[in-house]
Every structure is written in C-alpha cells, then in structure tokens.
C-alpha cells in the first residue's frame, strides 16, 4: 500500500515466481485490496451528494436553462475529532485545559504558543458548562491541481485538525494528525452567465461547507462523550476556533470582496496606513445576509452589505456555527502575506528598482558560502519562478547586501520588515515580544515613505501590508503563526489528493480517491495500534481490555469562581525566542572516522590554508600543557576533519518535555579536483573566548574563520580533545551599526619580521565553538568586481554578522 505502485505492478509482482513460492494468502490485487478492507480498524466513512446546478444561461436542446451536476464528498468531522483526541499516539502531546504561562516569576509577561495558552480558549471555557473539554477545530482548503504536465483536472480538499494536538506534531505530515475532511466540488459553473459566475461559486462553497460542518453545530452546543488519549473519557465542545487559508480563500469563507479585509471594517483606499479598525460583526453580518419572508434581501440590507464589501451569500456556514467568530479564525499567513507577499512582491522589487539589477546579481554571487544558505552563483534577476524557498533564501541576506546600493531609510524600512517576519517566526512569544513586534512593524511604516520619494509605490495601499497588522491580535487570540503556516495543507495535497489521483484510473477518481485513502489509513492506523501495543503501560493496557479508565466528567478542568486562571511559571530558558542569559549545552559531533588521515604539516599549510600552523600549535602546547612539554615536529602527522556538527537547542520548549534539536554544521574542507570538482568551503564561527559569554549577544564571543579541523597524534595525546586552526576577526564592538543594526568585524593581521603581515591565527578546542556565522561583505556604493565568492575573505577586510541566517541565529545575535 504505501510503495505508490499501479494495481497492475501489484498483480505482476505477485505473480514473481518468488513470491507465489511464499504461498502468500492472496493472489492478485483484489484479493489483496479485501485483506487490506479486514483491517480490524475503522475510521470515518465517507459521504457523498450529488447536486444539479440550474444555471442563468439557456439550453438550446431543452429549451430551459443549462445544468451542471458536482459532487460533494466529505466525513462527519465530529468522528473526525473523536479519532484524533482519542489516538493514544498523541497522549504526550495533547492539552485539553487552558494554561497560563509566563517568562517572568512576577507573571507580568505572559507567554503564548500552543492554542491552549491563548484569550480564545480562556474566553470560551468560561462560557462553557462546568466539566467542559474544549476541542479548538481547525480547518483549511485550498485547490490544487492533479494532473502534471497537462489536462486541467483539479481537487479542492478540506483539512482537518485540532488545536489539543501540539503544533510541533500538527506540522508533521508523517504523523498524521490533520485528516482529510472532504473534497468540495470543482466547476467552472459555465451554466451561469460570466455576471453571476462569481457569486454563484461562492454560493456553491458555502452550500458545500454547510454540509460539511452540519454534525458540529449539536456537537458544539451540547457536547459529546469521547475517550481522549490519555485513557479519561471527557465531554469535548468542538468549536471552530481558526481557518488556515491564503487570501483569496479568506475573503471567499468571509464573502468578500478582496479589495476589503475579511477581518475588520478597513476601508479600500486606507489598507497602507497603520491604523487599527474595528473588526467585522458575525452577527451582524449575518442578519444582513438573511433574507426576508419573501425571500429576498432588503434595500437595507443590501446598501448594509455593499458598504462593508460583503457580497449576498446565501446561508454563510459559519452563521450557525456555536461559540464561533469567523473573522477572528483567520490566522497569519506568513508565506503569502510575507515571503511572497510584501517581501518578494514589493519590498525586494522597490530595492532592486533602486539599485539596478545588475548591482544586486553581482553582490548576490560574491556572498560567503554557508551550509544554510543557498548560494546565487548567478543572482536573482534571472528567476522566473519564485516559491517560497528562494524568498526565505533572499531574506537571510538582503539587508547586509543592499547597504549603500540603495538610501538609508531604505534599509531601515527593509530591516524593520525582516524583523517583524523573523519575531514572528518564534516558536512562543511574551506579551514583550509582541510589543516589540508592534514597534518594528512601526519602524516599517514610518520608514515606507522613501519608496514613494523614489517613485515606486504611492500609497501603499496593499492588502497584505494591511493584514499583517492584524498579526498582534491575532497571535494572543490564537496562537503562534508557525502552528498555522498554509505551507502544511499543500504538502498534505501530495499525500491525500495527488497520489490518490495517480492511483486512479482517472475516471470517476473522486470516488477511487477516498477508496484508496481509506485503506492507506487502515494500514497507517493498524501499524500504529502494532507499535502501541509493544509499548503499552499498565493504565494504557487498561484501555485495550475490556474495562477502559473512566473519570468523573469535569475531573481534568474545574472551574472556581474565587480562582479563575491556572498560572504555570515556565524557566527563562524554555520560554522562547525571548532573551535568556542561562547557559544550553552542546554536543558536538565528528565523522567516525577522518576524511583527511595522516595529513602532513604542509598539506596543513598549502592544502588547508592553515599558513601559521606549527607557531599556533607550539602556544597551545605550550599553554595547555606546560612549556617545553610537547614539543611539535615537521614530521607529525594529524588526523583532519572536513566538518563538525554543532547539535543546537532552540529556546522553546515543545509539548511533552522534548526539545527539538537543530543540526549545525561548521566546514573545513579544501577543494577537490575529482570528476566533479567542488569549491572550498571554509566557514565562519562564533567562539567562546570569556566566561562572560552568554546564551544571547555577542559579548565573550569572537568571530573566526576555521581552517582545519584536527586531532593531535597519538603519541603526544591519545585522549587530546579535537581542535581547530582559526583566524581571528576582529572583536565586535557593543554597539551595532545604524542602518543594518548589525555588529562590524574586519579580519584582524599582526605584523610579520619582514615588515609585512599575515592573519591572527591560533588553534583553540573544538568545543569553544558554540555556532556557525555567516559574514556579509561590506560593499560600499559599488561592488568591487575582482572579488569573488572563494576569495571574498582576502579580498574584503570589513564585513557585517549576520543575524537572518536562521531565526536562531536571529534569536541568540
């Protein structure tokens, strides 16, 4: 099932003499397909509905109007919930009561991450009866296409997930914690006339969505009984609590027009100001979209609608819905509204404007390398496609790259951007950090106006500038933007709309699309329950015998009018992006074995670059273990690493006491003349040269450059630590430059007895490295052409650390 293989390679595998020598129980594809069908597990059937569309256009062979039938599969997202608070796969990564964190002891700085640290869950158990579990829906949709290279046939799917469920797991396609909810229907609606083509679709969505959501309206109001992972059965409210959608999908599930905002009453002509407006109505918007006894919309209602951009939907879903605000449920968006949107879109096209393209290409190919950055060899200008990755892959180093090529307000405008995008990427954020958010969104919108001087932008009257205003509310309101990124649904449609199509005979797919996703989750499912079963605990075999634990309902959650809030003090250090002074320990890790066995003194020197190896390793010797001790001789031999990998523990501790581990890779690694040639690659690093060092910030620290990586011989230490030749930069200074804010370092040289001058170079233990850097070149107003990208290191003396080479670079600089 999982080998994506066609039924006709299943029977001819089968067919394999090999195989039918295993004297397997089934024989062809069909009898394998009902011992899949036997699973001893079930999930959520299916349903499905034909609907007849009578279009506004005449059928000439009929005489009345022209039709079109769709279908509408779907599965009652209450079993849907009912399977994931129940899988016992998430017990150590569920939360089912609202939590109070903080940063600081005195509770002033509250943290938010998870959905069950937010206003919206607080507000809402307290609505609830006594005893009530809250389950935090969360949807999502979006079209894909199926076919490749041609034909024109699309899915429209709808994703199911819960807000109990960490986001950390939530994210992970490979855990299976976002279900397929159903498929909406796909249709040009060329029945109806181009006039009414648009609002009839969304008629059509929200028609199909009504049925959809149906079961959670009783669900939502009264409650239902169900056996959550941990092994307790609790009454769970679900209630729609976010809506994970590009922007086009917002206004259609807000029925507006996209020159509006789906969430608050900002008017067209005012989205570039940075002025907050008074959100839009449920209710209200509601009542204007409910017709009269007669059917019809009222001339109030109408002019009602037209002045708030809403258009005449008949029967929105989310009117009926409990306890549900639909125009608080749209989360950020950082992929569309900043990556693609306002970054790649305007900002980076503003700057190149101003630059020229060819200024741009040329800084971009003289850049450092580094193992995180992808390296334009030929720049930017000539990508004709831009995805997500290569605007993630511009941000790490726009604001270093474009100093002096365009003015400085610029640069601050495009600083304060990236910022806010790299502040808003934290895993969990403190009411601090969200006032620090707000201030460089400020800094943004106060800097903006040089773009108009240059003449490439008037008014700034941008949709997606204008919702990233909404980032602020929206992040105490829900959460964290990386639990809701649309990136995860269109990885999903590979595995739940793509493949199933090719497994199709293309022909009525639909129908065989949802087959095939059941068995593939049969299969899932009954592995899981294998797996569970070898790693069963006492209470946990409780639950798979007959007798399964049972809890007083309200047991996990009880509410006391002299004490409403539940405050958890959470350490510094587990916080997250926000600063933090304790100290994190490190592994560091070496291949098995040395890619560059017994290499002499002078492939140290000529091959590595390392020119003052033998003076550097005499004072380390010589410090480490007493003068004269170990003598160093032109004839050892060392054992040379091509890199290290630094394991770094982000600041945010996730949902079930583990950490995430983030893999940094440090090189020392001369060119090779094989068949396939490939640079050097000589990185940069920060090191600990004081006990002052702390978790943030750049002081006790240096920059250096690692030449070699290498152990001592065996015969003057066999239990020596690995070490590394570095030359020095010089030391940061406290305060940061003015535009870039940007510490400056230029590599630092010492006289040589002939008068002339080489690096500062020393050898230093491996584990003072506490993480790669990355180094800009300061190019001034016009890049030097003789630099390259392999020399850039000899040729520049000034350059600027980089604090966008990862958010947690950004976080610790």
Same mark, same amino acid.
């Given at each position: 099932?999982?080998?994506?293989?066609?039924?006709?390679?299943?029977?001819?595998?089968?067919?394999?003499?090999?195989?039918?020598?295993?004297?397997?129980?089934?024989?062809?594809?069909?009898?394998?397909?009902?011992?899949?069908?036997?699973?001893?597990?079930?999930?959520?059937?299916?349903?499905?509905?034909?609907?007849?569309?009578?279009?506004?256009?005449?059928?000439?062979?009929?005489?009345?109007?022209?039709?079109?039938?769709?279908?509408?599969?779907?599965?009652?997202?209450?079993?849907?919930?009912?399977?994931?608070?129940?899988?016992?796969?998430?017990?150590?990564?569920?939360?089912?009561?609202?939590?109070?964190?903080?940063?600081?002891?005195?509770?002033?700085?509250?943290?938010?991450?998870?959905?069950?640290?937010?206003?919206?869950?607080?507000?809402?158990?307290?609505?609830?009866?006594?005893?009530?579990?809250?389950?935090?829906?969360?949807?999502?949709?979006? %079209?894909?296409?199926?076919?490749?290279?041609?034909?024109?046939?699309?899915?429209?799917?709808?994703?199911?997930?819960?807000?109990?469920?960490?986001?950390?797991?939530?994210?992970?396609?490979?855990?299976?914690?976002?279900?397929?909810?159903?498929?909406?229907?796909?249709?040009?609606?060329?029945?109806?006339?181009?006039?009414?083509?648009?609002?009839?679709?969304?008629?059509?969505?929200?028609?199909?969505?009504?049925?959809?959501?149906?079961?959670?309206?009783?669900?939502?109001?009264?409650? !239902?009984?169900?056996?959550?992972?941990?092994?307790?059965?609790?009454?769970? #409210?679900?209630?729609?609590?976010?809506?994970?959608?590009?922007?086009?999908?917002?206004?259609?599930?807000?029925?507006?027009?996209?020159?509006?905002?789906?969430?608050?009453?900002?008017?067209?002509?005012?989205?570039?100001?940075?002025?907050?407006?008074?959100?839009?109505?449920?209710?209200?918007?509601?009542?204007?979209?409910?017709?009269?006894?007669?059917? =019809?919309?009222?001339?109030?209602?109408?002019?009602?609608?037209?002045?708030?951009?809403?258009?005449?939907?008949?029967?929105?879903?989310?009117?009926?819905?409990?306890?549900?605000?639909?125009?608080?449920?749209?989360?950020?968006?950082?992929?569309?509204?900043?990556?693609?949107?306002?970054?790649? @879109?305007?900002?980076?096209?503003?700057?190149?404007?101003?630059?020229?393209?060819?200024?741009?290409?040329?800084?971009?190919?003289?850049?450092?390398?580094?193992?995180?950055?992808?390296?334009?060899?030929?720049?930017?200008?000539?990508?004709?496609?831009?995805?997500?990755?290569?605007?993630?892959?511009?941000?790490?180093? #726009?604001?270093?790259?474009?100093?002096?090529? $365009?003015?400085?307000?610029?640069?601050?405008?495009?600083?304060?951007?990236?910022?806010?995008?790299?502040?808003?990427?934290?895993?969990?954020?403190?009411?601090?950090?969200?006032?620090?958010?707000?201030?460089?969104?400020?800094?943004?919108?106060?800097?903006?106006?040089?773009?108009?001087?240059?003449?490439?932008?008037?008014?700034?009257?941008?949709?997606?500038?204008?919702?990233?205003?909404?980032?602020?509310?929206?992040?105490?309101?829900?959460?964290?933007?990386?639990?809701?990124?649309?990136? @995860?649904?269109?990885?999903?449609?590979?595995?739940?709309?793509?493949?199933?199509?090719?497994?199709?005979?293309?022909?009525? #797919?639909?129908?065989?699309?949802?087959?095939?996703?059941?068995?593939?989750? *049969? $299969?899932?499912?009954?592995?899981?329950?294998?797996?569970?079963?070898?790693?069963?605990?006492?209470?946990? =075999?409780?639950?798979?015998?007959?007798?399964?634990?049972?809890?007083?309902?309200?047991?996990?959650?009880?509410?006391?009018?002299?004490?409403?809030?539940?405050?958890?003090?959470?350490?510094?250090?587990?916080?997250?992006?926000?600063? @933090?002074?304790?100290?994190?320990?490190?592994?560091?890790?070496?291949? %098995?074995?040395?890619?560059?066995?017994?290499?002499?003194?002078?492939?140290?020197?000529?091959?590595?670059?390392?020119?003052?190896?033998?003076?550097?390793?005499?004072?380390?010797?010589?410090?480490?273990?007493?003068?004269?001790?170990?003598?160093?001789?032109?004839?050892?031999?060392?054992?040379?690493?091509?890199?290290?990998?630094?394991?770094?523990?982000? &600041?945010?501790?996730?949902?079930?006491?583990?950490?995430?581990?983030?893999?940094?890779?440090?090189?020392?690694?001369?060119?090779?003349?094989?068949?396939?040639?490939?640079?050097?690659? #000589?990185?940069?690093?920060?090191?600990?040269?004081?006990?002052?060092?702390?978790?943030?910030?750049?002081?006790?620290?240096?920059?250096?450059?690692?030449?070699?990586?290498?152990?001592?011989?065996?015969?003057?230490?066999?239990?020596?630590?690995?070490?590394?030749?570095?030359?020095?930069?010089?030391?940061?200074?406290?305060?940061?430059?003015?535009?870039?804010?940007?510490?400056? !370092?230029?590599?630092?040289?010492?006289?040589?007895?002939?008068?002339?001058? *080489?690096?500062?170079?020393?050898?230093?233990?491996?584990?003072?490295?506490?993480?790669?850097?990355?180094?800009?070149?300061?190019?001034?107003?016009?890049?030097?052409?003789?630099?390259?990208?392999?020399?850039? &290191?000899?040729?520049?003396?000034?350059? &600027?650390?980089?604090? &966008?080479? @990862?958010?947690?670079?950004?976080?610790?600089?």
């Amino acid at each position: 099932m999982d080998s994506e293989v066609s039924q006709a390679k299943i029977d001819g595998f089968l067919k394999l003499r090999k195989i039918s020598a295993c004297q397997l129980s089934f024989k062809g594809k069909r009898a394998f397909y009902k011992h899949v069908d036997k699973l001893p597990v079930d999930g959520p059937g299916w349903n499905s509905e034909e609907i007849t569309i009578t279009g506004d256009k005449p059928d000439p062979s009929t005489g009345g109007k022209l039709t079109e039938t769709v279908e509408v599969w779907w599965r009652d997202p209450v079993d849907c919930i009912e399977e994931l608070i129940g899988n016992p796969m998430f017990k150590n990564f569920m939360g089912y009561a609202p939590l109070k964190e903080y940063k600081d002891k005195l509770k002033n700085d509250q943290l938010f991450n998870e959905m069950w640290t937010t206003n919206w869950w607080w507000d809402l158990q307290k609505k609830l009866p006594k005893g009530a579990t809250i389950s935090g829906v969360i949807l999502s949709s979006d %079209k894909t296409i199926l076919t490749g290279f041609s034909g024109d046939k699309e899915a429209y799917p709808v994703y199911l997930t819960i807000g109990n469920i960490a986001k950390g797991v939530r994210r992970q396609p490979s855990k299976h914690a976002t279900v397929l909810l159903g498929y909406l229907p796909t249709t040009k609606l060329l029945c109806f006339s181009k006039k009414k083509r648009n609002l009839e679709g969304h008629n059509l969505f929200h028609y199909c969505m009504s049925k959809i959501v149906e079961p959670l309206i009783n669900a939502g109001k009264e409650g !239902v009984l169900m056996t959550c992972a941990d092994g307790y059965i609790r009454k769970i #409210f679900p209630i729609l609590a976010a809506y994970v959608a590009d922007f086009p999908e917002q206004c259609l599930v807000a029925c507006c027009q996209q020159n509006y905002c789906p969430i608050c009453k900002c008017p067209p002509d005012r989205r570039g100001e940075n002025t907050l407006f008074p959100h839009r109505n449920q209710a209200e918007i509601a009542a204007l979209l409910t017709p009269g006894s007669d059917g =019809q919309l009222s001339l109030e209602q109408k002019a009602g609608l037209a002045s708030c951009g809403t258009k005449p939907v008949d029967g929105p879903f989310w009117a009926t819905l409990p306890h549900t605000d639909m125009f608080s449920c749209f989360t950020p968006d950082l992929l569309h509204q900043i990556h693609k949107g306002v970054f790649k @879109s305007h900002v980076l096209k503003w700057c190149t404007e101003i630059a020229g393209e060819a200024e741009l290409d040329e800084r971009f190919k003289r850049l450092p390398r580094h193992p995180d950055l992808r390296h334009f060899k030929k720049g930017i200008s000539h990508l004709s496609q831009w995805s997500g990755t290569e605007a993630k892959e511009v941000e790490k180093v #726009f604001v270093g790259l474009i100093l002096d090529a $365009v003015p400085a307000e610029a640069v601050d405008a495009t600083r304060a951007l990236l910022d806010f995008l790299y502040v808003s990427q934290y895993q969990s954020l403190s009411s601090s950090a969200l006032e620090l958010l707000k201030s460089h969104l400020d800094d943004f919108h106060a800097a903006k106006h040089i773009f108009a001087e240059y003449g490439q932008h008037d008014t700034f009257n941008i949709p997606k500038l204008h919702m990233i205003s909404h980032y602020l509310e929206l992040i105490m309101l829900l959460g964290t933007p990386d639990g809701y990124n649309t990136e @995860s649904p269109e990885r999903l449609h590979i595995d739940m709309a793509k493949k199933g199509y090719r497994a199709s005979s293309k022909k009525n #797919f639909l129908r065989q699309m949802t087959a095939w996703l059941v068995r593939k989750e *049969k $299969v899932h499912q009954f592995s899981c329950f294998l797996e569970w079963l070898s790693t069963v605990d006492p209470a946990m =075999q409780a639950i798979a015998g007959e007798t399964p634990l049972t809890h007083e309902l309200g047991e996990n959650w009880d509410w006391d009018d002299e004490d409403e809030d539940v405050d958890v003090d959470v350490d510094e250090e587990e916080a997250s992006g926000d600063d @933090s002074d304790e100290e994190e320990e490190q592994v560091q890790r070496l291949a %098995k074995r040395p890619s560059m066995p017994s290499t002499s003194v002078d492939d140290m020197e000529a091959v590595l670059g390392a020119h003052d190896f033998m003076g550097c390793l005499k004072k380390y010797l010589d410090h480490t273990y007493g003068r004269g001790k170990l003598i160093p001789s032109v004839h050892d031999c060392f054992s040379v690493y091509k890199r290290v990998t630094i394991d770094l523990t982000p &600041f945010h501790k996730n949902i079930g006491g583990t950490k995430q581990v983030l893999k940094d890779v440090v090189r020392a690694s001369p060119a090779t003349k094989t068949q396939n040639p490939k640079p050097a690659f #000589f990185d940069t690093a920060l090191i600990k040269m004081s006990e002052e060092a702390q978790v943030t910030g750049i002081q006790g620290y240096e920059v250096v450059h690692v030449k070699a990586i290498f152990k001592l011989p065996v015969h003057m230490d066999a239990t020596a630590p690995p070490l590394a030749y570095v030359e020095h930069f010089s030391v940061p200074p406290h305060e940061r430059h003015i535009n870039t804010l940007m510490y400056e !370092v230029s590599k630092e040289f010492k006289h040589t007895a002939s008068g002339g001058s *080489k690096p500062k170079a020393s050898i230093v233990p491996l584990n003072t490295i506490r993480c790669s850097c990355h180094l800009i070149p300061k190019f001034g107003k016009q890049v030097d052409l003789t630099w390259s990208s392999d020399t850039i &290191f000899d040729d520049c003396r000034n350059f &600027f650390i980089n604090d &966008f080479i @990862s958010t947690y670079h950004f976080q610790i600089l």
